[in-house]
């Protein structure tokens, strides 16, 4: 089983739409976990990151984690074309030093 | 958040040759540095990790003589890819942060393209 794992998509909503992206990881000791955004031909942001199980919302962006069921997820509301993206979930685990795992990456279309 | 800049943002270079990237952390002090690659239309690939002042940890398949990382100060790592091949041709992304449970933060990325 992969560290990280996420659906690879794409990921196909209508405008204004809710988009979900969904992430599992294997490792319980994971503690801190975030979102990037990468567009086609770019590095990677960070949109979010989300450290205790429970919703944390910004803006249009709601992280959700649930640590018992070694998930998280993102929620885009009222999506719009420019968040077309490859959106990258990422974990790290604390006692194994600074590991930092990203997953494959799930490819976000949002169509007009 | 926070800056993290990264040098050349593209460069073409002969068969043979090196070439050093530079990834600077601008306003914070970067205890680790991550080094990933990315081909078209793929996922990025840890290469390496670097803490400051130490040697760097190669991950699985990554040639630590062909992709030579230096980590000498809280604000700045290197990677130099020596003897470049075509097949070196790649996105190469730096990433930052301070602390073990702080967030990391990338480089513009480089495009390499060896000819």
């Known amino acids: 089983q992969k560290e990280v794992e996420q659906n690879s998509g794409p990921l196909s909503v209508p405008e204004g739409a809710i988009a979900s992206l969904n992430c599992t990881y294997s490792?319980?000791?994971?503690?801190?976990f975030f979102w990037y955004r990468q567009y086609s031909g770019k590095s990677p942001e960070l949109i979010m990151s989300i450290y205790s199980n429970g919703d944390k919302e910004d803006g249009r962006f709601t992280a959700q984690l649930n640590k018992a069921s070694q998930y998280v997820s993102l929620l885009i509301r009222d999506s719009q074309p420019s968040d077309s993206a490859t959106y990258l979930c990422?974990?790290?685990?604390?006692?194994?030093?600074?590991?930092?795992?990203f997953g494959p990456g799930t490819r976000l279309s949002v169509l007009p | 958040g926070a800056v993290v800049s990264q040098h050349p943002s593209w460069v073409i270079c002969k068969s043979g040759t090196s070439v050093k990237i530079e990834c600077r952390s601008l306003d914070f002090q970067a205890t680790t540095m991550f080094w990933y690659r990315q081909f078209p239309k793929q996922s990025l690939m840890l290469m390496a990790t670097?803490?400051?002042?130490?040697?760097?940890?190669?991950e699985q398949g990554v040639e630590k003589d062909k992709f030579l990382i230096n980590h000498a100060s809280l604000t700045l790592s290197t990677l130099t890819v020596t003897s470049a091949h075509p097949e070196d041709s790649s996105f190469y992304i730096c990433?930052?942060?301070?602390?073990?449970?702080?967030?990391?933060?990338f480089g513009q990325g480089t495009r390499l393209t060896v000819v």
């Open positions: 670097s803490n400051e002042g130490s040697k760097a940890t190669y």
């Open positions: 990433s930052a942060r301070e602390g073990e449970s702080a967030e990391a933060f």
């Open positions: 490792d319980r000791v994971s503690q801190s």
């Open positions: 990422a974990v790290n685990r604390q006692d194994y030093g600074q590991n930092f795992v």
